[in-house]
């Protein structure tokens, strides 16, 4: 089975719409990110949780917002979907306490395209 | 501004051969430094992590080096095979951060010919 699982796998959708993208984790880890990729841009931190009371904005949260519903659980939100917003997104998870450089885990992602 | 380069030409080697892929950085001071391997279609897989106060990093067929005074890593493939095609992704922590955030180049594209 795998550890770090994403729903759903593809998804099309209409400019305005809002999409939940979801991701649950059987690793135990504290730590949970969601990512972007765009071709030639590669991976770019949207928002990370460091537990089910810790969230943090990454490097591009605008149009985003997220969801810790426990420890394995965190969501993804696109409130009012445009184009740009077409991407693949992944979301990972890292065991950190007391280790905040470990390697992160990352799930199969989800193809997202907004017409 | 902080900036993360790999080269975005995909690098072509034939089997057998040694395939060195390479990750610069300005503006950073990061603690550690990973490497990932990105299949088509797939997350990341971790390969190896390497701190600043190592030099060389080796696991099986891969060798990572980091060398802070040129802000430069290498990672080698030893003994490539065609299962090595992929892009491969470095990624830095910084090293004034407990966040365990990852900074991510771009990848580069290898493919090994038979």
């Known amino acids: 089975d795998a550890d770090v699982t994403q729903t759903p796998r593809n998804r099309i959708t209409k400019t305005g719409k809002r999409i939940m993208l979801e991701c649950s984790q059987t690793?135990?880890?504290?730590?949970m990110y969601w990512y972007r990729q765009d071709p030639g841009l590669g991976l770019r931190l949207i928002y990370y949780?460091?537990?089910?009371?810790?969230?943090n904005k990454g490097e591009i949260s605008d149009g985003y917002s997220v969801s810790r519903q426990a420890q394995a659980k965190f969501s993804l939100s696109l409130e009012s979907a445009i184009p740009n917003q077409t991407a693949l997104y992944f979301c990972?998870?890292?065991?950190?306490?007391?280790?905040?450089?470990?390697?992160?885990?990352f799930g199969p992602g989800t193809r997202l395209t907004v017409l | 501004s902080q900036k993360i380069e790999q080269n975005s030409e995909a690098l072509n080697i034939q089997e057998g051969k040694t395939a060195t892929l390479t990750c610069n950085y300005t503006?950073?001071?990061?603690?550690?430094l990973q490497w990932y391997r990105q299949d088509p279609g797939r997350g990341p897989v971790f390969l190896l992590l390497?701190?600043?106060?190592?030099k060389e990093k080796r696991k099986e067929r891969l060798k990572v080096t980091f060398d802070t005074t040129l802000k430069q890593s290498l990672f080698h493939i030893t003994a490539s095979q065609p299962a090595d095609s992929a892009t491969y992704l470095c990624?830095?922590?910084?090293?004034?951060?407990?966040?365990?955030?990852?900074?991510f180049g771009q990848g580069t594209t290898l493919q090994v010919k038979p």
């Open positions: 990972a998870t890292s065991g950190g306490k007391g280790r905040p450089h470990n390697e992160q885990f």
């Open positions: 690793k135990g880890h504290d730590r």
């Open positions: 503006n950073y001071s990061p603690a550690y």
């Open positions: 390497i701190r600043e106060n190592e």
């Open positions: 990624a830095l922590t910084h090293g004034s951060s407990n966040t365990g955030k990852l900074i």
């Open positions: 949780s460091f537990d089910v009371k810790d969230i």
